[in-house]
C-alpha cells in the first residue's frame, strides 16, 4: 500500500465574501471533465459487470449539503464536489455517469445489493466499515463543531466541552459516534447529559440551530466551513479527535477499487482534481494520490 500524503492549503480568499461564493456556485455548473485514462481502465476488472452497462453509477447524497452536494440553477441537476468527483473519475474509466441522489441510510445496503456501483457521501474509512466495503480515498476531512456567531461558546474540543449541550449530528456517522462516546465518558466522570439532535436535512439543521433550540452542530469541516464563509451566521469553534479518509465506497470485494484509485492518481496529476477542490473552497483537504483501503478510524 503505498504511503499517502496530505496537501493542506489555506481556502481561497474568495469564499470568505457572500458575493463571490454565490457566483462560483453559478460558475461551479459548468462541469469540469477528465480524458479517458488508458491505465485506470485496465485495471477494472474482467469480471466485473457494472450496474448499466457503460455507465459508472453513483450513489450521492439527496440532500442540499454545499459544498459537497446541492442543486443547480435549474433545480435538478446535482452538482458539488462530490458529483464533481465522479464525473472524473467516470471520465477516466471512459464511461457515462449516472448520479443516484439516495439517503445517508441508503448507500450501505445498496451497495451491497448492487444497486450502485461506488457511493460518494463523504464517506470516512472506518475499520469496521472495511469489513463490507472496499475504499479509494480523494480527501481528508475534518470533523467540525460550529455554533450561532453571536453564540457565548467559544471552544468544543474535548469530551467536556460538550456536557449539558444539545448538538445536532445525523445518525449513523463518525460524529455521532465521537458525541456519544464523549458523553459516555462524561457521565462516568458525573458531568450533565449531552442531548443529540438527530437531524439528516441540512436546511432543517441549520433552522434549528439559528433559533436557539440547539447549541450546536457536529458535522463535516467542509460544510460547517462553506456556511461560515458564505453566510457569516455561525462560527467553528472546534473539532473531532480524527481527521477521517474521505473515499469513494464500492462493494468489497469486487475488484474495482484499483481502478478507481488509478482514475483519482490520473486527475490529480492532470490538475482536474485540484480544479474540482478549488472551486468548491476544499483544497486544505487535498490528498497528493489515491490509496486503497487505508487504515481507518476506530473506535
Not at 496530505?6 to 480568499?13: D, I, S
Not at 457569516?232 to 472546534?238: D, E, N, S
Request: net charge neutral; proline share 6%; with cysteine.
Amino acid at each position: 500500500m503505498r504511503a499517502l500524503t496530505l496537501t493542506v492549503l489555506t481556502l481561497l480568499p474568495a469564499l470568505a465574501c457572500s458575493a463571490a461564493e454565490k457566483l462560483d456556485v453559478l460558475q461551479n455548473e459548468t462541469p469540469i471533465h477528465a480524458p479517458a485514462n488508458p491505465q485506470a481502465i485496465g485495471k477494472i476488472p474482467a469480471n466485473y459487470r457494472f450496474i448499466e452497462p457503460g455507465t459508472l453509477t453513483v450513489a450521492t447524497s439527496a440532500t442540499n449539503s454545499p459544498p459537497l452536494s446541492l442543486l443547480a440553477s435549474d433545480n435538478v441537476t446535482r452538482i458539488g464536489s462530490d458529483p464533481d468527483i465522479a464525473r472524473l473519475l467516470a471520465d477516466s474509466l471512459g464511461l457515462k455517469l449516472r448520479l443516484v441522489p439516495a439517503s445517508w441510510e441508503d448507500w450501505p445496503l445498496g451497495i451491497s445489493a448492487g444497486r450502485y456501483d461506488v457511493a460518494m457521501f463523504n464517506i470516512a474509512v472506518t475499520e469496521e466499515r472495511k469489513k463490507k466495503f472496499d475504499f479509494a480515498t480523494y480527501r481528508a476531512d475534518n470533523h467540525a463543531f460550529a455554533v450561532k456567531s453571536d453564540s457565548h461558546i467559544s471552544k468544543i474540543n474535548s469530551p467536556a466541552d460538550i456536557a449539558g449541550k444539545r448538538i445536532i449530528v445525523a445518525s449513523g456517522t463518525n460524529q455521532e459516534r465521537i458525541l456519544l462516546s464523549w458523553d459516555e465518558q462524561n457521565r462516568a466522570k458525573g458531568l450533565p447529559a449531552v442531548t443529540p439532535i438527530y437531524l439528516t436535512d441540512d436546511a432543517s439543521a441549520t433552522l434549528t440551530l439559528l433559533s436557539g433550540r440547539a447549541d450546536a452542530m457536529f458535522g463535516p469541516h467542509s460544510m460547517a466551513a462553506w456556511k461560515v464563509a458564505s453566510r457569516g451566521q455561525t462560527k467553528l469553534v472546534g473539532s473531532g479527535p480524527f481527521r477521517a479518509w474521505v473515499a469513494v465506497t464500492t462493494k468489497k470485494g469486487n475488484g474495482l477499487a484499483p481502478a478507481l484509485q488509478a482514475a483519482l492518481d490520473g486527475t490529480i496529476a492532470g490538475g482536474q482534481y485540484q480544479q474540482v477542490l478549488a472551486r468548491w473552497g476544499e483544497q486544505d483537504e487535498a490528498i497528493t494520490q489515491s490509496t486503497v483501503n487505508p487504515p481507518g478510524i476506530v473506535y
